[in-house]
């Protein structure tokens, strides 16, 4: 299909996406959505910048170029898949449990052939990335869903060096095996770090009596998934799937005080580092006095985890691909879709790497070993992800690094973060939550209301945002903690129309999502 020909299907559908959005899956809710869309001017709403539009293109070509292109080609389908001693049946990219590592540089091309051999509709949604409009993988928003048996290729420049991911943006699939690891490295690369490696860390359930799907379905009767009108139909599930699920939430949802309270409401009954479980741990070898660099990246749907080295400081250089001032810790607290790269001096000897889930006991473990080590470890034992009690590294400590430009915001909008009584029904309401306009050239500042007895990760695609509390620290993910407000600024420099989401996955494909819109 011609991209002028998909713009006019996409534009087609786009007045009831723009409601859908907003809504939450409720009538009383959509209701809030409805009077939100309608405030805007008719002059703006009818000159919305699609995502196949001349500013989309225009802004493509703007961006720094290297000059090389990287091929790759990725197959969604059903896979058995190891975990251990487990086989689980799953969908994924390559029949693992975490899809294949793409590394590239600054300013590279990358051009990805997605071929789908799921028997669902399915997309790849290229995660922190200030990627052009079509290209996001959002369907039916920037594009069509790719049909089981057809094929996509996602082809874009990747402008800006960092730890990134990629993962389905259809309904619950991420929550399976269709994710994997973004890196676009630093040609002039300042950190000193003499070897790279990076660890994804992940909350796992599909095929463990249960499925993502029916967990939705345990959570709430009345969502099916994909109501919002971004995740097409859902997978059929049964009712010894949804009882399993039922036991997953029944356990408690653990308590955080750097959460500000509930922590999760799924007790998931496996944790993976890079796929693997601690029975069968992924294995980090270096030399002692290896300066070596962490790319941490949460690919959970909805965990928080707390990141360690035992027996080693962190040094903290950049989050979600951001660099930032280096900081110390011993713990890095991180939210789904997070990312953090961590410095450390390689200590002889063999030690655990922990990611112990927040609020909960339980968590994944791999193993930092050097050559010399003759050292046994047993990464099983409940001492390896007890509570450590060291220096814990939370967000708004964390400053940019260099100064950043100050500047007031051209518009303002405000946003609550809402939940329907006691339902598992989420959502973005307020005067704004429908009607989030910009200008290019604009900044744009969003103040998030959270409403809410829980925290929420926020995330805006196509773009980064500071956040001013912080010293103008700048990410793409944001934890926003309960009952308090948040303020992001960004500036509208990636023209055509983008998702503003929770990133817990059960919360977004419960309404709790927004689109952010260019007009010209």
Known sequence: MSSSALSRRLALRWGAVTLGSAAVGSAALGSVALSACSRGSANETSSEISPFDDEVRAAEQARIRSGHTVQRNLTAAPARVSLGARGVDTWSYGAEAVGPEIRISKGDRLNVRLQNDLPAETSVHWHGIAIRNDMDGVPPVTQERIRPGAEFTYDFVAPDHGTYWYHSHSGLQADRGLFGALVVEDPNDRTGADEDV???????????????????????????????????????????????????????????????????????????????????????????????????????????????????????????????????????????????????????????????????????????????????????????????GGRLVLEPTLRPSGAREQRVPDREYSVDLIQAGDRYVWGMAGADAGRLIMKQGERIRIVMNNNTDMWHPMHTHGHTFSVPSYGGLRRDTVIVLPRAQLAIDFDADNPGRWMFHCHNAYHFEAGMTADLHYVR
């Open 198 to 388: 990076v660890i994804v860390i992940d909350d796992w359930l599909d095929g463990l009596g249960t499925t993502p799907d029916a967990v939705l379905r345990a959570l709430s009767p009345d969502v099916q998934g994909g109501h919002h009108g971004h995740g097409g139909a859902p997978p059929e599930v049964d009712d010894a799937e949804i009882d399993s699920a039922a036991e997953l939430l029944a356990s408690g949802h653990g308590n955080s005080e750097a959460l500000g309270g509930m922590a999760t409401h799924v007790t998931y009954p496996l944790h993976l580092i890079n796929g693997r479980p601690v029975e069968d741990p992924f294995v980090v070898s270096a030399a002692a006095g290896t300066r070596l660099r962490l790319r941490v990246i949460n690919a959970g749907a909805e965990t928080p985890y707390r990141f360690s080295v035992a027996g080693h400081e962190l040094t903290v250089v950049s989050a979600d691909g951001q660099d930032i001032a280096y900081t110390a810790g011993d713990e890095i607290l991180i939210a789904p879709a997070q990312r953090y790269d961590v410095l450390v001096t390689v200590q002889s000897g063999s030690w655990p790497i922990a990611a112990k889930v927040e609020g909960k006991p339980g968590g994944a473990a791999c193993l930092l070993r050097t050559p010399d080590s003759v050292a046994r470890v047993d990464l099983t034992s409940p001492a390896v992800l007890s509570e450590s």
